[in-house]
DNA sequence: CAATTATTCAAGTGATTTATTGAATAAAGG
DNA sequence: CCTTTATTCAATAAATCACTTGAATAATTG
């Protein structure tokens, strides 16, 4: 092989794997799959895709060794292929938060409407963690609480936390987390929470950063 | 600003960074500007692209703040914005290399045929690099060389290689290193070296990650 | 075994991306 | 000031991508 045919042959196969993370609602199952693994209907039920196109974008990150799937009955589920492209999913994020201005504009807004541009780092978290007066509280749906948490947190779906605010007391301060910096969940929290008198904040990332890097610090 | 619209700005603002990456053409021109800045005719030389085929490129990447450009007389030359994105671009390289089956193997045939399968890593060169048998031999053009190189090597360009043989002992082994994985210079210098009767490896990498390498080292 | 359910397939259309071509700028030199 | 040189702009055609629609599979349930 010469060398013009293998570069053209590595500059092509890397410019197909970012071709399959350049798309806005494949970016958004990957951030759902980071969570565990769901069915295509789950998939759907999160998002707002139709069913064939859903089943289309999963095919594409298929073929491209960034999910797999696994049959069981009527359904099938999906799942990211391993921790490697999480973390590279997690770096691309991550940079584009902090370098592409209009990013972190958007984000800033939208934490500011809900009152929870004031967030809590993953660092800050680890800090924080023996603090008997704070509160570490996963609003994600249930399923994904089961499938893997942050250690010490309690699950408080969204659908349950307007029902449950008695339960909590007004003297601990509430850290909430989701799914990533992406995910709305933990925004929603802590502007209701705030707005009942809840000393809160949100975690600026979510579960699977702070999975992948529990995983480098046990190696 | 609704949850959903919120999602729809991040994931496209993500996918459009994307987007710009996922060109073999443009990631061809990252590489090459990873080497330090390049005017759009320096970039047309190393690549197989046409003067405004290659301007329209830098473009796209200008536009999306992956590089940036500064003008002197006829020309405008472009560089990477910043170190971070030069981070992004090598994790993305080495997971496509150690998880993408078929690059793996384009690359391992590449370097097969060079009889350069047995290469130096970063790590192993760390440990050499005090060892006075071992010759560390910059293969890139000059200006690449004078723009920023690994401590300890001499440069040696492809095109002064054949005639300056005889100024190399075959005592010494030598390490040949150029631009990074995908770049085949190191491999056609061991071809030459190693057919010439020297021992001869590349390295794996090249000196864009032997920098970003060093720049984590001294923080 | 027929009906139901979750998923995939296949075809079609509109939108986006890419390379090419030739003209337009803009800076430098004679 | 005209010519040369490096780069950019604008218009086009070909290729690819994304979403929709409706039908086809394949496993499960009654």
Redesign the interface.
């Known amino acids: 092989?010469k060398?013009?045919e293998?570069?053209?042959?590595?500059?092509?196969?890397?410019?197909k794997?970012?071709?399959a993370?350049?798309?806005?609602?494949r970016?958004?199952i990957i951030e759902m799959l980071s969570q565990g693994e769901k069915s295509v209907e789950g998939v759907v039920e999160a998002t707002?895709l139709t069913v064939a196109n859903a089943s289309q974008h999963l095919q594409v990150l298929k073929n491209n060794?960034i999910v797999k799937s696994r049959k069981e009955g009527h359904y099938v589920f999906y799942s990211l292929i391993?921790n490697?492209?999480m973390?590279?999913y997690q770096?691309?994020?991550k940079?584009?938060v902090?370098?592409?201005?209009?990013?972190e504009k958007?984000?800033n807004?939208?934490r500011d409407?809900n009152h929870a541009l004031n967030s809590v780092s993953l660092d800050e978290l680890e800090r924080m963690i023996n603090d008997k007066n704070v509160l570490l509280m996963d609003v994600r749906p249930s399923v994904e609480y089961e499938f893997g948490h942050i250690t010490g947190a309690i699950s408080v779906p969204m659908s349950d936390l307007l029902c449950c605010l008695k339960d909590f007391s007004k003297d601990r301060e509430i850290i909430a987390y989701c799914r990533g910096p992406?995910c709305?969940l933990a925004?929603?929290a802590v502007k209701i929470l705030s707005e009942n008198g809840y000393k809160v904040r949100r975690l600026d990332e979510g579960y699977p950063e702070w999975k992948m890097r529990h995983l480098h610090e046990s190696n």
Chains 1, 2 share one sequence.
Request: proline share 2%.
């Open positions: 092989m060398g013009r293998f570069k053209d042959a590595m500059y092509e196969g890397l410019a794997l970012m071709r993370i350049a798309n806005p609602a970016l958004e707002s060794n391993n490697e492209f973390g590279l770096h691309i994020t940079y584009a902090s370098e592409i201005a209009e990013l958007t984000l807004r939208q409407d992406f709305v925004d929603e």
